[in-house]
């Protein structure tokens, strides 16, 4: 038996990479999929280069993201997530506030990057937009990805990170600048759609020669959250620890019931209230994806 990291997935094809330094293309016994990459595996050589996949060590971590009937598998065993955003095309704050609520789900630590700021025309309401975040203590980092990512050097070393992000925000630039071998394909914006074209179309992981490893992951313009309960949800706005079970009614759903710490909370600021009605999409899709699971 052999033993390597999966470095790329495509469908039910992986490419896993030894401590040796060989790759090898390895499938799946039957029709499993629920590797992914950054996962461990132990695989039987089949043929020169070739392998099947047996069995995966015990995952550290899993970023994925889900709805009513399927999940996507995006990354196991990272320890930090960089959401990168960029003063053009529009980025979602909505999409940041997902992402943050995954990654406190499985305890990684979570960094927002403000790329093209060299694109002033957009920096300084990319800047406030993204205050809404700064002011909960998540790190922001600005750069422009052409010109210098040095400022990245110090938080990759030693960690498993992923970039992820919506089309268009420079994700494989910034692959491409720290790790100039990786070739990631780059492409032109689409200024009619104001949206990247889709050019990373698997996550892959590149080991850093600093130690650890970054994953690049294709654009996402949706992330959903169903796999998560109300109280998973709940934990994953930073915000509303010190007021989580403090609400009149042990059930409250933080709606319209009366003595809602939250609610109290959005009226005198120490809540934004965009944070709030992120959380409330979300526990509204959270309950819905449920039902339609269940056949409601």
């Given amino acids: 038996m052999t033993h390597g990291t999966i470095v790329a997935a495509f469908g039910r094809q992986f490419e896993v990479l030894t401590d040796t330094g060989d790759r090898w293309r390895c499938v799946t016994r039957g029709k499993r999929t629920d590797f992914a990459c950054g996962d461990v ?21 899993l970023l994925h993201r889900s709805d009513a009937f399927r999940e996507k598998l995006l990354a196991a065993n990272v320890t930090q997530i960089l959401i990168v955003v ?11 506030s997902r992402c943050l609520c995954a990654a406190q789900d499985q305890g990684l630590t979570a960094r927002i990057i403000l790329n093209k700021i060299d694109i002033v025309a957009g920096l300084a309401n990319a800047r406030e937009r993204l205050r809404l975040f700064a002011n909960l203590g998540y790190p922001l980092i600005e750069l422009a990805a052409h010109q210098d990512v040095s400022a990245l050097a110090s938080i990759l070393t030693g960690e498993t990170s992923i970039f992820v992000g919506q089309s268009g925000m420079g994700k494989s630039t910034l692959t491409n600048a720290l790790i100039p071998d990786a070739n990631a394909p780059t492409r032109e914006i689409s200024d009619a759609l104001d949206t990247g074209k889709h050019t990373t179309t698997a996550t892959r992981l590149y080991p850093l020669a600093c130690g650890g490893a970054l994953l690049d992951s294709p654009g996402v313009q949706a992330f959903g959250l169903a796999h998560l309960s109300q109280d998973q ?4 706005f930073r915000e509303f620890a010190p007021l989580l079970g403090q609400c009149r009614f042990r059930d409250c759903r933080h709606e319209h019931e009366p003595g809602c710490a939250l609610h109290a909370a959005v009226a005198t600021g120490d809540i934004a209230e965009r944070r709030f009605e992120h959380y409330r999409l979300l526990r509204d899709e959270i309950a819905g994806a449920q039902r339609q699971a269940k056949g409601w």
Avoid: C, M, N, W
């Avoid at 996949?53 to 550290?60: D, G, L």
């Avoid at 949800?233 to 994953?236: C, E, N, P, T």
């Fill in 233 to 236: 949800l709940a934990a994953g």
């Fill in 86 to 96: 960029a003063t053009e095309p529009g980025f979602s704050d909505e999409l940041i």
């Fill in 41 to 61: 595996v132990a695989f039987k050589p089949t043929s020169d280069g070739h392998g099947v996949i047996q069995s995966a060590r015990p995952r550290r971590s």
